[in-house]
Every structure is written in structure tokens, then in C-alpha cells.
């Protein structure tokens, strides 16, 4: 544990961040919950984070998160947070609670239909490239709602709201005015019929601005695990 003691003191340093971020902007700071990303790092350091406390962690590289997940004692939550190819979503729809990556309906038909049906429905996020980045994944805002209306008929899934990756960018306001455009297309969906309790937007270096636009969901490595080996 001693190897990882540094895992807690950036564990205390994040929620410090988040617990500031939602105060400022009026919230309770309850209302936000911290996904460790985890990816690349070994399982030993996230059983440190679990025993500090932590008890969501986002996985974005299948097989590493495959082998991972039966090693930690616990039940830890696991986010799947990477790009989704069909090839990949057998294993994701039994091994995830949660799904933040749908961005097509096909993935999300094929995550309906092989998740097990022993297993809790799974969470789901639509990926939304607010952006407009060539390089990002995620439908665009203006078709983002005839998705939603789509992914939210299936079986064994549960549309909870949005995730998005916006531009990085240092201004906060401009954070603050790209996390803003997820809020509010949540927002419209919200009054067509389609309710939304979840939005998955926030990283280690705008996290602050995220919260201040209404983030639930931050997803949070650097600042937990350190920086990742190239």
C-alpha cells in the first residue's frame, strides 16, 4: 500500500477540486462522482484507489480491462469509456455496469441484445461531439436527439444522459462554454420527452469548469494515477 500512498493523497487533492467546484457553482458537492480512469494502469494501483475509497473506475482498452477486473477484491463500479467497435460489445455488455461510448444505434442494439440477463440493466451514455473535432467520436448535437429517442426503446440498456469530449482548450471560459452546449442540448431533450439524469463531461485539467456547467459524472486519471507511460 505504502507503493501507492500517493494514490490517496491525489484521491484527497480531486475531491477536494470537486467538492470546491460544486460549492462555487451552487451544487451539492454529493450530486458529482469521480471515474477513476484506470487504463494503462496496473491492477495493484487501483486496488489502492478502491481501498482509499474509490469505487468507480473507467476502462477504455478491452482486454486490459478484461484481465483486470476479476483481480480487484471489492465490488468496484466499472465504466467502459473508449471507442466502440461491434467486435467488442459481447464482452463490454457482460463485464460493464456502465457505457458511456454509444454513438451509433447498431452499437447500441448489439449491447441490448447480449447483455445478460441475469445482470442489472446497463447504464448507458450518448456520445455527443460537440466540438465537431474530425478526430472525436460521438454523434453531432443536431441528430443527437433523434438517437436518444431511438436507444431509449431498447431492452437491458438505461439511457442516462450525455458524455462528451470537448476541445481541450486552457480559457475557462470557453470550458465552461463548450460543457454548457452539453448541458443545454440535455436540457432540450429533457423537455421533448426524453429524461436525462447524467452528464459525463470533465478530465483532469477542466474538471472545475465541467462541475460549474452541471458535469455528474467527472472522468479523472492524471490527477489520481499520474502520468501514463508513453
Same mark, same amino acid.
Given at each position: 500500500?505504502?507503493?501507492?500512498?500517493?494514490?490517496?493523497?491525489?484521491?484527497?487533492?480531486? %475531491?477536494?477540486?470537486?467538492?470546491?467546484?460544486?460549492?462555487?457553482?451552487?451544487? !451539492?458537492? @454529493?450530486?458529482?462522482?469521480?471515474?477513476?480512469?484506470?487504463?494503462?494502469?496496473?491492477?495493484?494501483?487501483?486496488?489502492?484507489?478502491?481501498?482509499?475509497?474509490?469505487?468507480?473506475?473507467?476502462?477504455? %482498452?478491452?482486454? &486490459?480491462?478484461?484481465?483486470?477486473?476479476?483481480?480487484?477484491? +471489492?465490488?468496484?463500479? =466499472?465504466? %467502459?469509456? +473508449?471507442?466502440?467497435?461491434? !467486435?467488442?460489445?459481447? #464482452?463490454?455488455?457482460?463485464?460493464?455496469? =456502465?457505457?458511456?461510448?454509444?454513438?451509433? /444505434?447498431?452499437?447500441?442494439?448489439?449491447?441490448? !441484445? @447480449?447483455?445478460?440477463?441475469?445482470?442489472?440493466? /446497463?447504464?448507458?451514455? /450518448?456520445?455527443? !461531439?460537440?466540438? +465537431?473535432?474530425?478526430?472525436?467520436?460521438?454523434?453531432?448535437?443536431?441528430?443527437?436527439?433523434?438517437? #436518444?429517442?431511438?436507444?431509449?426503446?431498447?431492452?437491458?440498456?438505461? /439511457?442516462?444522459?450525455?458524455?462528451?469530449?470537448?476541445?481541450?482548450?486552457?480559457?475557462?471560459?470557453? @470550458?465552461?462554454?463548450?460543457?454548457?452546449?452539453?448541458?443545454?442540448?440535455?436540457?432540450?431533450?429533457?423537455?421533448?420527452?426524453?429524461?436525462?439524469?447524467?452528464?459525463?463531461?470533465?478530465?483532469?485539467?477542466?474538471?472545475?469548469?465541467?462541475?460549474? &456547467? *452541471?458535469?455528474?459524472?467527472?472522468?479523472? *486519471?492524471?490527477?489520481?494515477?499520474?502520468?501514463?507511460?508513453?
Amino acid at each position: 500500500m505504502d507503493q501507492y500512498a500517493y494514490i490517496g493523497t491525489n484521491l484527497k487533492a480531486v %475531491y477536494a477540486r470537486v467538492i470546491s467546484a460544486a460549492l462555487t457553482a451552487g451544487r !451539492n458537492p @454529493q450530486d458529482v462522482r469521480i471515474i477513476a480512469v484506470s487504463k494503462t494502469f496496473p491492477g495493484p494501483a487501483l486496488q489502492a484507489a478502491f481501498d482509499y475509497g474509490q469505487r468507480a473506475f473507467g476502462e477504455s %482498452y478491452l482486454q &486490459e480491462a478484461l484481465e483486470k477486473i476479476p483481480t480487484l477484491r +471489492g465490488e468496484p463500479e =466499472w465504466h %467502459y469509456i +473508449g471507442p466502440l467497435q461491434s !467486435n467488442k460489445t459481447r #464482452a463490454v455488455a457482460a463485464s460493464f455496469d =456502465w457505457v458511456h461510448s454509444v454513438d451509433r /444505434l447498431k452499437i447500441a442494439e448489439r449491447l441490448s !441484445n @447480449q447483455r445478460p440477463p441475469d445482470l442489472a440493466p /446497463l447504464q448507458i451514455c /450518448l456520445q455527443v !461531439n460537440v466540438s +465537431g473535432e474530425a478526430t472525436k467520436s460521438g454523434v453531432a448535437p443536431a441528430d443527437a436527439l433523434a438517437l #436518444a429517442r431511438e436507444l431509449a426503446t431498447l431492452p437491458r440498456l438505461r /439511457l442516462r444522459g450525455l458524455m462528451a469530449i470537448p476541445e481541450a482548450v486552457a480559457d475557462l471560459a470557453i @470550458q465552461r462554454a463548450q460543457f454548457a452546449r452539453v448541458r443545454q442540448l440535455c436540457e432540450e431533450m429533457g423537455r421533448e420527452g426524453i429524461a436525462l439524469d447524467t452528464l459525463s463531461m470533465g478530465m483532469s485539467d477542466d474538471l472545475e469548469a465541467a462541475i460549474m &456547467e *452541471g458535469a455528474t459524472l467527472v472522468r479523472v *486519471g492524471r490527477a489520481i494515477f499520474g502520468e501514463r507511460e508513453p
